[in-house]
Every structure is written in structure tokens, then in C-alpha cells.
């Protein structure tokens, strides 16, 4: 089975600034891979995923993510920040079956 | 409009009072699926059903039980609650290709005293 590792579990930037969300993956095969953000108190839901195709994807929010086969990373990037991003972000490997990695938290400051 | 419901949203329970937590889709989902999600260990699959009336178990299915008699609902159910199962549990349901994105509830913050 496939393992996912978000590496950091608490991101902290400065409004306007690069947001770099880390997620890599093990799996010889490549696998479908989606981040999904929670804002407190709520469920998840989807920022953006990638199945085939063109591998650096664009989502909501300004979020993308590009799929990088021979690191086996898929990282979440937003240009510039903005305090509504506070969340926490989770990075999901399907293939054959699912995995979630840690999550990570990310905080704007002002 | 597309969800998945969970009820009930808040439980304070004790020590082995047996307790159901349902959900519900109503896209006419294949594939549902629970988790609980704890700090520091995010989400980890308890149970998951490819359709009705077949259900496996997921990473961390001890002292869970689930069914899936209908196609839109796949209730939870702890028969012997415990306090090491305090979380916030999420239901969640997709198409049936792994290729589509799942839709969660809005989450059972569960406690267990």
C-alpha cells in the first residue's frame, strides 16, 4: 500500500506571501492524487486533484499543484496568500485504495 | 443539492452505551466511506463500501461496525463505546472510479467519557 508524508505539520506565512504545501507519495505506479482543504468546523472539500494529463493543475482559491513522477511529489502552491487561507490542507493518494497524509496547518499572518 | 449528512453533529456519550452515527448521499454514490481524524494523525479510514451490502475494513476498524443495506446511507456504529474512540469522525462518498474526488460530511465530534 501506498504511504503519503506531508512534510510540515503547522506552515506559517505572512499575507502575500508564497504558499508552499508539500505532499509526496510512495508508489511505483502513479496514482491519482487530490488535496483537499478544512476550514474550522467544517468537512473537507476538494481544492484540486490530478488523474491524466497536463500535471500542473489549477484549482480553487488560486491553489495549484503540479505532479512531479520522478519525485513523487504533487506540492500545493498559491502565489500570495491571504488571511481566508487559514486552514488545514490534506494531501490523498488513490490507488487501489486511499491515503490521507497528516494534514497540515496553515496560518496567515497579518 | 449534492451533500452528505451526518447526524448527529455533537454526542457526549459514557462508557459502553452502544451508539449509531448515520450518513447519508444522495448522489447515488457507489462508494462510501468513514474516517476518524485525530491531531497530528489526520484522517484514517474505520470502514469503506464499493456498494451495497459490500463493506471492508479500512485501517483502524476495531470497535466499529457498519452496514450498507441501501445504496445512499452507511450508518456507523459503536457497540461498546470506549474512550480511546473520542474524535471527530467524517463520512464520505464518490463515484465509483477511484479517479473521482470524495464529498465529506460535516463531521460527529464524538465523546467518550
Known amino acids: 500500500a501506498q504511504s503519503v508524508t506531508q512534510l510540515g505539520s503547522h506552515v506559517s506565512v505572512s499575507e502575500g506571501a508564497l504558499v508552499l504545501l508539500r505532499c509526496n507519495y510512495s508508489?511505483?505506479?502513479?496514482?491519482?492524487l487530490f488535496w483537499y482543504v478544512q476550514y474550522p468546523n467544517q468537512g473537507l472539500q476538494l481544492l484540486l486533484k490530478?488523474?491524466?494529463?497536463?500535471?500542473l493543475v489549477k484549482g480553487i482559491n488560486g491553489f495549484e499543484a503540479e505532479f512531479k513522477k520522478s519525485e513523487t511529489s504533487f506540492h500545493l502552491t498559491k502565489p500570495s496568500a491571504h488571511m481566508s487561507d487559514a486552514a488545514e490542507y490534506f494531501c490523498?493518494?488513490?490507488?487501489?485504495?486511499?491515503?490521507f497524509g497528516a494534514g497540515t496547518r496553515l496560518t496567515v499572518k497579518p | 443539492e449534492a451533500q452528505v449528512t451526518q447526524n448527529p453533529r455533537y454526542l457526549i456519550t459514557v462508557t459502553g452505551k452502544k451508539l449509531t452515527v448515520t450518513c447519508s448521499q444522495n448522489?447515488?454514490?457507489?462508494?462510501m466511506s468513514w474516517y476518524r481524524q485525530d491531531p497530528g494523525l489526520g484522517l484514517r479510514q474505520i470502514y469503506y463500501?464499493?456498494?451495497?451490502?459490500?463493506?471492508d475494513k479500512g485501517d483502524v476498524p476495531e470497535g466499529y461496525k457498519v452496514s450498507r443495506k441501501e445504496k445512499r446511507n452507511f450508518p456507523l456504529i459503536l457497540e461498546s463505546p470506549s474512550p480511546n474512540q473520542t474524535s471527530l469522525y467524517f463520512c464520505?462518498?464518490?463515484?465509483?472510479?477511484?479517479?473521482?474526488?470524495?464529498?465529506f460530511g460535516p463531521g460527529t465530534r464524538l465523546t467518550v467519557t
Open positions: 490530478y488523474t491524466t494529463g497536463a500535471t
Open positions: 463500501s464499493m456498494n451495497v451490502e459490500v463493506t
Open positions: 448522489m447515488n454514490h457507489e462508494y
Open positions: 490523498d493518494v488513490s490507488l487501489g485504495d486511499m491515503r
Open positions: 464520505a462518498s464518490r463515484g465509483g472510479s477511484e479517479r473521482r474526488e470524495q464529498y
Open positions: 508508489s511505483s505506479v502513479p496514482p491519482y
